[in-house]
Nanobody, 126 residues
Framework: QVQLEESGGGLVQAGGSLRLSCAAA????????MGWFHQAPGKEREFVAA????????DYADSVKGRFTISKDNAKNTVYLQMNNLKPEDTAVYCC???????????????????WGQGTQVTVSS
């Protein structure tokens, strides 16, 4: 079983930056792809970014491309999401997730993920 715990959320002004971390426990995830999703109030959960098990392949939602960067430190069992030039529409609860199939490219569908963290709130004021 994998436990995921996010940290790094908070309140920031538009144009500011935050760095989210997702620490995994329960197994090493050197061969596992990971993803970040967000959910705003009254909206469905949406894909934000994902990274392959090796870290060589990344994928981003169009809305964050060029502003967010996902990275992975296998030695620390941690995934990061660097968020720059934040906008009010980025306000949401951000969750990291573990992709079910190992040694595969990153996926966008939430149904490809089997373990989820509780999430961390990101609020961007205008």
């Amino acid at each position: 079983q994998v436990q995921l715990e996010e940290s790094g959320g908070g309140l920031v002004q538009a144009g500011g930056s935050l760095r989210l971390s997702c620490a995994a426990a329960g197994r090493t995830f050197n061969f596992d792809s990971m993803g970040w999703f967000h959910q705003a109030p009254g909206k469905e959960r949406e894909f934000v970014a994902a990274i392959s098990w090796s870290g060589r392949i990344t994928d981003y939602a169009d809305s964050v491309k060029g502003r967010f960067t996902i990275s992975k430190d296998n030695a620390k069992n941690t995934v990061y999401l660097q968020m720059n030039n934040l906008k009010p529409e980025d306000t949401a609860v951000y969750c990291c997730a573990h992709q079910r199939d190992v040694l595969t490219s990153p996926r966008r569908s939430e149904y490809e993920y089997d373990y989820w963290g509780q999430g961390t709130q990101v609020t961007v004021s205008s």
